[in-house]
């Protein structure tokens, strides 16, 4: 049997896949950059159009959630390209709109679309992807930063050359189109149809894994890393254009240089870990003290060109290994519940709705402290919190240790335990 046009498939998806995320990187790191310029278009304050990014974080929590009901009915494919094209029609009503209302709305819908996304994304993945799952994952998160790190440049020669964001926002469209089209015509796989037994063991499997204090510490993690991800790459722009006094598009390499560091870590990390420099806990302790340090250096010196691009690269390389790193191991704690895609669902889940929940309240709350103390306090808010990821994290290995020697003693006495002597009549 030839499987080389199996494979062929396999490759095309992984590439179409890879294409997708750098135009959710692109399309979903925009709006920060451009943030000063659509509350200028829709006649707001800074601090109140800081609102669009809760509206995107409330609908890629949504879109989830719905996602998830869809994939007892939809193909992964299918509600892959249901995002892509949200992503894509309403990133062209972000920068188009002068209604705020309007703003919002479209920031919401494309929360949908990039929910949408995530979650077939990562069901696509593990069905064509399962002896590779870990570089297979490392691959696309790397393709998003690379989305992101492109974006902050696409809309410097945009405002350069046209004097328009919309340029900017019109080149991730297109790309996200471009994906949907090449989508159509290949062959995914659909998830198996679950028996009744299987679905009677997977609702017995739920209650027990929501009950587990491991679970919520791992989803405290993800609240803390996407509060410091979003809340300083959507802020970053606007604080070195107001503290340097310049333009955006001479602030936005800051931004480039975040999702550039943020690119090369993560490209780096998985051969870190694969030489044995460092082991995968040793490597995320790094990152996160290492992550608070350059944030704070980057709040300390926001009008200092040369620091805080420097600064914002470093944010970026520490933070980088953080969220696959911390998906990897829920992964690996959580693999009694990853046998099905309900379970799949059910781990990524509980972790992206975590992240959206953040991704809603930090960068509003950071807009909304502005007017009172300064966007320079501002910004060192994120290095406070990237500290905080440690204490979650401390204590999810503390309980993970804990619980593996308990099962070592339970195997370890029931290997030394006599056999218990049978009388015979």
Not at 245 to 253: E, G, Y
Not at 257 to 286: D, H, M, P
């Amino acid at each position: 049997m030839d499987h080389r046009p199996a494979l062929s498939n396999r490759h095309l998806l992984f590439y179409t896949l890879y294409l997708a995320y750098i135009a959710a990187g692109a399309l979903s790191i925009l709006p920060g950059p451009t943030l000063p310029l659509l509350a200028q278009h829709t006649g707001v304050s800074l601090d109140k159009a800081g609102w669009m990014f809760t509206a995107l974080s409330a609908g890629f929590a949504i879109g989830v959630m719905i996602a998830g009901l869809f994939t007892k009915r939809l193909s992964p494919k299918s509600i892959l390209m249901l995002g892509l094209v949200l992503m894509a029609a309403n990133s062209i009503i972000t920068p188009w709109t002068h209604l705020f209302s309007l703003l919002l709305a479209s920031q919401f819908l494309m929360g949908i679309g990039f929910g949408f996304l995530d979650v077939s994304i990562n069901i696509l993945v593990s069905l064509l992807f399962r002896e590779t799952l870990s570089q297979t994952l490392i691959g696309l998160h790397s393709s998003f930063g690379l989305g992101a790190l492109v974006a902050p440049l696409l809309l410097s020669l945009a405002l350069t050359v046209a004097h328009d964001p919309i340029w900017a926002y019109l080149t991730g469209s297109l790309i996200a189109l471009i994906c949907t089209a090449l989508l159509f015509r290949q062959h995914t796989p659909r998830p198996a149809t679950v028996t009744s037994t299987g679905q009677l063991a997977q609702q017995a499997l739920s209650p027990r894994i929501f009950g587990q204090l491991l679970l919520w510490l791992m989803a405290l993690e993800f609240f803390f890393y996407i509060a410091v991800a979003v809340g300083f790459s959507d802020w970053i722009v606007t604080a070195v254009s107001q503290s340097a006094a310049i333009s955006l598009a001479l602030a936005a390499p800051a931004a480039t240089a975040f999702w550039l560091g943020l690119t090369v870590s993560r490209l780096l990390s998985s051969q870190i870990i694969k030489r044995a420099i460092l082991n995968e806990r040793q490597l995320l302790y790094l990152c996160i003290f290492g992550g608070g340090l350059s944030v704070l250096l980057a709040a300390l010196f926001p009008g200092q060109l040369v620091i805080v691009f420097s600064a914002s690269a470093c944010v970026g390389f520490f933070l980088g290994p953080l969220f696959p790193g911390l998906l990897a191991i829920a992964s690996r704690w959580f693999a009694h519940a990853l046998g099905t895609i309900s379970g799949v669902l059910l781990i990524s889940g509980v972790l992206l709705i975590s992240s959206g929940i953040s991704g809603m309240i930090f960068p509003v709350f950071m807009g909304i402290l502005i007017p009172s103390i300064g966007i320079q306090w501002v910004m060192a808010i994120p290095a406070v919190v990237c500290l905080l990821i440690a204490v979650p994290f401390t204590l999810a290995n503390r309980k993970q240790r804990r619980t593996l020697q308990l099962q070592q003693e339970e195997h370890t006495i029931e290997a030394t335990s006599p056999l218990p002597t049978i009388r015979h009549p």
